[in-house]
């Protein structure tokens, strides 16, 4: 048969589509799901983020004029922005520099490395929920127990780390890197990927551990580590819960902890100007993309793919 | 050029020996090949040679230099690995020069080697290259070239064909012998391929249970195998072992008489005949008669026929013929043999008799 002949019958796309009905009967729980609780809303608020619809009236439509507003007249959008670049560029790098550092502890063969892995990885289990955010005060307050151990060890008497404008969010930051585990787990698979007689080769050519390291772990983990670069990205620049619990849900002291969903969370919830907190949504997502398209277009410089 | 010694050097890991007190002396210049069945320890000793696995016992000297205790590059030897392990981010060139930079060998020493190298290999074109852009040959190629350019005392290849289909490994098998004689370097091969171990050799180890079982020229080791398992390891098709009966009793001892060559054996051992297929006859009056064969199989390799079939005491025996045969499963042929290329080995599978020429 040549490639252009016509097959000699094809069924109407109704008969087509009627026997592929029991396939999405069985997905329609997820595609319910998906149109109802995800692309619906994402519709819908992109229509309402060029509208002024609050809880009390009708949308109204104004056009570009909510994101002319974000992008010339919010000092507090600013703010969030601040604190939110601040936490993505500080808890993402020192998060993954964490994770590596102990998968490639836990990589040596250690006794009991299944003990380690599941301890480590314990955090980011229970991490971003409210009870450790509450617990992360306790520690970061002006009689908790780092100041305990500042004040026993150095005799230094610490600040309240959380109530201080100029420390809060760091103690977030080191909320974050606290849970470096689901990342560590993906270096270790990552390490073991990586065949041993690479390293013998290595060796035998002279080459050190750090050597070894710099030269050979870390380019050929270079897909792993701009994985888990962008899904920590997108999660940093996501976070909310942390914050919202630290701060009483007011992004302080002086808005020094306003994440971004922080702030489109009080838009929307506090102030109900649904429109408005539609279109920082929408402003995030736009963010968010510009971010990984970054990310992968710079991927061709400088990470290795074997195949 | 450099000597290794090898003092009974042993391996276990815990309570488990893998390697029990091998002792071997190789030459300056020569190409040694270890050749045995899997888990025969052969890839355990080069490894243990090139400093990857420690040693647990006995000495290793390269150049006359004790080395157990020396990290694998400071023992002047350069590794071809099985999977090659080039280092897959970097460029063919980077690849060759990585150890060099290592060394911190200044830049245009460095590129010269790897351009000297490359030429020898022909694999100048492939230079800035990544590996996965090279075919199985050329990666092959690649990985000599990286051992090439370290200039160094002893070469280890670890099993480095055997990745490459058969047309591939017998062009690269021949090339590995003419970098031999260019370079002159003493080699270590290990393979679990006989035809590799006997084109290639100047002696061939065979290994088996971390032991050695014969050290020797090919040739010596195809003529004159010290035992059944070394017998039945060269050649192929394997050599054939029939169980052999008592031909006459002095006093308590029992004497077969071969080709004129006496055979005492004690009584009560048993003792078996070693023929090689390809050393077999048809025809009753070419030899030695050994009886009928009943055909059960053939194959037609085009230059040769390999036919497998029973003697009546049901006893396999297979028969390598020259040229094109037509002989079909259930013919009955008469096999003879010269006993002079025939072997006996006692019930321990020692070999009892020289018989061979």
Redesign the interface.
Same mark, same amino acid.
């Given at each position: 048969m040549s490639v252009n002949e016509a097959p000699l019958y094809r069924a109407p796309l109704w008969l087509r589509f009627k026997g592929q009905l029991a396939g999405y009967g069985f997905l329609s729980p997820w595609l319910i799901g998906l149109f109802a609780l995800t692309l619906g809303p994402a519709v819908s608020s992109l229509y309402l983020s060029m509208t002024d619809y609050s809880l009390m009236s009708s949308p109204r439509w104004v056009g570009a004029d909510n994101y002319v507003r974000i992008a010339s007249d919010d000092p507090r959008f600013r703010a969030a922005m601040n604190v939110t670049f601040t936490y993505v560029l500080l808890s993402v790098p020192l998060k993954l520099i964490f994770a590596l550092a102990i998968a490639v502890l836990l990589n040596k063969g250690l006794k009991g490395l299944n003990w380690f892995r599941a301890i480590f990885y314990l955090p980011s289990l229970i991490g971003g929920s409210v009870a450790i955010a509450v617990l992360w005060r306790q520690v970061f307050a002006s009689d908790g127990i780092i100041n305990q151990v500042l004040m026993a060890v150095f005799n230094y008497e610490g600040p309240s780390w959380i109530a201080n404008p100029n420390t809060a969010i760091y103690t977030l930051v080191a909320l974050a890197v606290w849970q470096f585990g689901s990342s560590m787990i993906i270096f270790l698979a990552g390490l073991r990927q990586i065949p041993t007689d690479m390293y013998e080769a290595a060796s035998i050519d002279g080459a050190s551990r750090a050597r070894q390291f710099f030269k050979i772990t870390l380019p050929l983990l270079t897909p792993v580590i701009f994985f888990n670069a962008v899904i920590l990205t997108i999660d940093a620049f996501k976070a909310f819960t942390p914050a919202f619990v630290i701060s009483d849900g007011s992004g302080g002291p002086i808005d020094s902890t306003l994440f971004y969903t922080l702030y489109l969370y009080q838009e929307a919830f506090t102030n109900f100007r649904f429109g408005y907190a539609s279109a920082l949504a929408w402003v995030l997502v736009a963010i968010i993309a510009g971010f990984t398209a970054l990310a992968f277009l710079s991927a061709k410089y400088w990470v290795h793919y074997d195949d | 050029m450099t000597s290794l010694t090898l003092t009974d050097i042993r391996k276990s890991y815990g309570t488990v020996d893998v390697i029990h007190g091998v002792d071997l002396r190789i030459e300056p210049g020569e190409l040694v090949v270890f050749v045995g069945p899997s888990g025969c320890g052969k890839s355990t000793l080069l490894r243990m040679i090139?400093?990857?696995e420690p040693i647990s016992g006995g000495e290793l000297r390269i150049g006359g230099q004790r080395m157990n205790e020396r $990290?694998?590059?400071?023992r002047g030897? !350069?590794?071809v @690995?099985q999977?090659y392990?080039l280092? $897959?981010?970097m460029s063919v060139r980077k690849n060759m020069s @990585?150890?060099l930079e290592? !060394?911190r060998m200044p830049r245009a020493e460095i590129d010269q080697r790897v351009q000297k190298a490359a030429e020898i290999l022909q694999i100048v074109p492939l230079l800035d290259r990544k590996p996965?852009q090279l075919s199985g040959g050329q990666r092959q190629r690649v990985a000599i070239g990286?051992a090439i350019v370290?200039d160094p005392q002893v070469f280890l290849f670890d099993e480095p064909l055997s990745n490459l289909d058969a047309e591939l490994r017998v062009q690269t098998r021949v090339e590995i012998a003419k970098l031999h004689a260019d370079i002159g370097a003493t080699m270590i091969y290990v393979t679990h391929d006989q035809v590799e171990a006997m084109t290639l050799a100047d002696r061939i180890v065979v290994l088996r249970g971390g032991r050695i079982e014969q050290a020797g020229t090919p040739l010596e080791i195809y003529n004159r195998p010290a035992n059944r398992f070394v017998a039945g390891f060269i050649g192929s098709p394997k050599m054939n072992f029939l169980e052999t009966s008592i031909s006459r009793r002095i006093g308590s001892d029992v004497a077969l008489d071969l080709a004129g060559t006496q055979l005492v054996l004690r009584n009560g051992d048993a003792a078996a005949l070693g023929v090689r297929p390809e050393h077999l006859k048809v025809g009753a009056d070419r030899g030695t008669s050994l009886g009928q064969m009943t055909v059960t199989h053939v194959e037609q390799l085009g230059g040769q026929t390999i036919v497998h079939g029973r003697f009546p005491d049901q006893q396999p025996i297979v028969a390598t013929l020259e040229g094109q045969n037509s002989v079909e499963a259930g013919d009955l042929l008469p096999l003879s043999a010269d006993l002079a290329q025939c072997h006996v080995f006692d019930a321990e599978g020692r070999r009892a008799a020289a018989l061979a020429a």
């Open positions: - | 090139a400093g990857l $990290p694998a590059s400071e030897i !350069a590794m @690995f999977s392990a280092y $897959p981010h @990585f150890g290592t !060394a996965k990286r370290r």
